[in-house]
């Protein structure tokens, strides 16, 4: 782990990596600029669904909305880039997401240098490198109730550095990205 930036996690988590101890690595060399099936899979089978994107997969946009349309609980937090990106080419969809009352949409106050999920069967994590540059081909990835239980903490954190998004504030905020 002495390669990742590890700087943007709270040290009361830090603390708890412990509970962690049973996270495995998921590495691949296919395509790594769309998702992996195994993580698309575990996606399918949950019922919720909670993470923070620091980088951008334009397949995740058509997923998750059918991820909403299927009822599934659904809590995204993206960084202010993530977000940007979003307005410019999935306005349609993003308005169309945040109208369902299983979703909730946030935007970070902070560009945390990490990406994860955590649903109510798995949690994966991705990270920066201490170069700067996001591992796209290297997921932690655990299934335990302890792995569970630190990544909604995780979640918990993000989303408490944010701001939800719904149709009023996503007029503001596409306003102020206009004026920028």
Request: proline letters at 2%; charged letters at 35%; aromatic letters at 18%.
């Amino acid at each position: 782990m002495n390669e990742y930036d590890l700087e943007d996690l709270p040290n009361y988590l830090v603390a708890r990596f412990y509970e962690l101890s049973e996270v495995r690595v998921v590495e691949r060399d296919e395509d790594v600029f769309t998702p992996h099936e195994e993580f698309i899979e575990n996606l399918t089978k949950s019922e919720e669904i909670y993470g923070y994107a620091s980088v951008f997969f334009p397949e995740y946009v058509e997923t998750f909305l059918r991820f909403a349309e299927e009822d599934k609980k659904i809590e995204i937090v993206v960084n202010g880039r993530v977000f940007s990106r979003i307005v410019r080419e999935y306005r349609s969809e993003l308005e169309k997401g945040i109208c369902k009352r299983n979703v909730s949409f946030y935007v970070s106050k902070r560009d945390f240098r990490f990406s994860f999920v955590v649903t109510d069967k798995f949690f994966s994590i991705s990270f920066y490198r201490r170069n700067g540059f996001f591992d796209y081909k290297r997921d932690f990835v655990c299934f335990s109730e302890d792995c569970l239980r630190w990544g909604r903490d995780l979640f918990n954190y993000v989303k408490d550095n944010s701001v939800r998004v719904d149709r009023v504030k996503l007029k503001e905020l596409v306003r102020s990205l206009r004026l920028s």
